[in-house]
């Protein structure tokens, strides 16, 4: 890539950053029932070993009317001792996912078509999506999927290079499987693809 490009790269990295990470806290208002369960789990976690009815290290983690599976939880309990618990700190692995996302898709696109300026305007036009900032801005375990899916692809097609990528794509299959329910329909339809 040339400087121009990756110049390119950073901007629109940046200005994706910024749309996920600025007021995390404060935009969108409120704080959802799916969010404050998720840390409320993550909490008692923390503290307890826990989740919020007295479940051991539980494989499903029950919510007001569904069980979650348990990977967004269990990540966002070293966040929380980390960064203290907060909606913000809630909702910072969902924005760090969508910036995930928005990296793996250039690189993706990239490799895919080999056109660099494509692969550019793609990733700003995922950047400036509204869909993906709302999903990047709220604790939706969805988005985590989403990001371990891209990653599956990515390390999919680099291990038409080396086999030893496929350990990182059954890696990455595994966690998206443990992180939302329809992962594990749609993570063996897209490796079938």
């Not at 208002?29 to 998720?38: N, P, R, T, V």
């Not at 891209?150 to 350990?167: A, P, T």
């Amino acid at each position: 890539m040339k400087k121009l490009e990756w110049l390119g790269l950073f901007l629109i990295l940046s200005l994706g950053f910024f749309l996920r990470v600025w007021q995390l806290g404060e935009t969108p208002k409120g704080f959802f029932c799916d969010e404050a369960s998720l840390g409320y789990d993550a909490y008692s976690l923390m503290l307890t070993g826990k989740d919020q009815f007295g479940k051991t290290l539980p494989i499903l983690f029950r919510s007001f009317v569904d069980f979650k599976p348990p990977f967004y939880t269990f990540l966002l309990v070293p966040i929380y001792k980390i960064l203290g618990m907060s909606v913000w700190s809630t909702r910072f692995l969902s924005a760090i996912a969508g910036m995930t996302v928005i990296w793996f898709s250039f690189w993706i696109i990239k490799n895919l078509s080999k056109n660099i300026r494509l692969s550019l305007i793609i990733t700003l036009l995922l950047v400036i999506s509204p869909w993906q900032i709302m999903v990047s801005r709220t604790s939706y375990e969805t988005n985590l999927a989403l990001a371990f899916l891209m990653i599956m692809i990515w390390s999919f097609y680099k291990s038409r290079e080396n086999k030893k990528w496929l350990i990182i794509t059954a890696l990455m299959a595994g966690l998206s499987f443990l992180t939302y329910h329809s992962e594990r329909v749609i993570t063996p339809l897209i490796l079938l693809c």
